[in-house]
């Protein structure tokens, strides 16, 4: 993995800071807003509308982040970054936190110095294919061509699958998403493969959107979620609760529309998500009512994902393994008490 080795080469101790220097929290407090590596463009996760505002699901995370230590989602810094370029912005302080539709694999998790802190999309590698090409299913493939970000898992399990079938295929790499789909228009490839979810946004940025269909098959396990470095367990304990408190409130009901008249909720559950009882707030070293900032300013999960992916945009992708674990789906918050 071309990234793992250059974080190697480099010296993963010589990129992170020093034990003595601040926490992140602190750092955070001290310069007002939050720095968050995102992608340089992928449509429902993380890219800038036409008025340069950055919007989608890993966007809304950030923002949840920012509203739950500065009691405000707006004082984010995003810094759009390459998969070449991401861990290393990371591991040398460049960025907070990273929330850039990243997977977690054991590699990543244990030699670069970084911790993942959940799973906000479980996700995983199909096809986009042009419908001229009469392909129906990935096991017609033999022989196409790629287009590929580089730097991703993406490369590694597109060669898996093809030696596990038999199959022979041939890659044309790029640095950003956005270059892949300009690949795939301009006919220097049969074929787009990455994360399910972002070839539907990256379909999106077609002439003709619906020219174009992702293939049925799944070929990999892609949970994505944000990641941290390693040796400040504080900012790791409040990114993964300000993500399971996006959970949380869309399990007890709670919305940016309600959260205000949830505060006098009897329920002892909303009462320790709110603050209003217990000392969740105190316990991550933030005000009490993080969690309300987190709802009232930027919403619960089921709220962002419909807004930004789901039935509410422009890729109405189904909820799937990202619903709730008591409608089908694979996400569950920790218990917040």
């Not at 993963?12 to 955070?28: F, Y």
């Not at 077609?206 to 900012?235: C, M, T």
């Not at 009882?277 to 300013?297: C, R, T």
Request: glycine fraction near 10%.
């Amino acid at each position: 993995m071309k990234v793992t080795k250059i974080a190697l080469v480099l010296g993963i101790a010589s990129l992170l800071p020093s034990l003595s220097s601040a926490s992140t929290l602190e750092q955070v407090t001290k310069k007002g807003a939050l720095n968050c590596g995102v992608s340089t463009g992928i449509p429902g996760f993380s890219a800038t509308d036409s008025k340069g505002v950055w919007k989608g699901l890993d966007v809304d995370l950030c923002r949840s982040i920012a509203a739950a230590v500065l009691g405000d989602a707006e004082k984010v810094k995003y810094i759009p970054l390459t998969a070449k370029e991401r861990f290393t912005a990371l591991q040398s302080g460049e960025i907070d936190v990273l929330v850039r539709s990243t997977t977690w694999t054991a590699t990543r998790d244990t030699s670069l110095g970084l911790n993942f802190a959940g799973v906000n999309y479980y996700d995983g590698q199909g096809f986009l294919v042009n419908k001229k090409l009469g392909v129906k299913s990935a096991k017609e493939l033999d022989g196409a061509t790629f287009c590929i970000q580089a730097g991703t898992t993406t490369e590694l399990n597109l060669t898996d699958y093809f030696k596990s079938t038999g199959m022979e295929y041939k890659a044309v790499t790029y640095d950003t998403s956005g270059q892949t789909i300009d690949g795939f228009k301009n006919g220097r490839c049969d074929a787009v493969t990455s994360d399910a979810s972002q070839l539907y946004g990256l379909k999106q940025k077609l002439n003709d959107p619906n020219s174009a269909i992702v293939l049925p098959e799944i070929i990999s396990k892609e949970p994505l979620g944000p990641v941290v470095r390693q040796g400040d367990d504080d900012w790791f304990n409040i990114v993964r609760w300000t993500f399971y408190a996006t959970l949380e409130a869309e399990e007890l009901g709670v919305t940016k529309a309600n959260v205000d008249t949830q505060l006098k909720s009897e329920n002892p559950s909303i009462k320790r998500l709110l603050g209003t009882s217990g000392s969740a707030g105190e316990d991550l070293g933030l005000k009490a009512d993080w969690a309300y900032q987190i709802i009232k300013q930027v919403g619960n999960y089921s709220e962002s994902f419909d807004a930004n992916v789901g039935k509410d945009s422009p890729l109405n992708i189904d909820r799937g393994l990202n619903n709730l674990w008591n409608k089908g789906g694979l996400m569950y918050s920790m218990p917040i008490r």
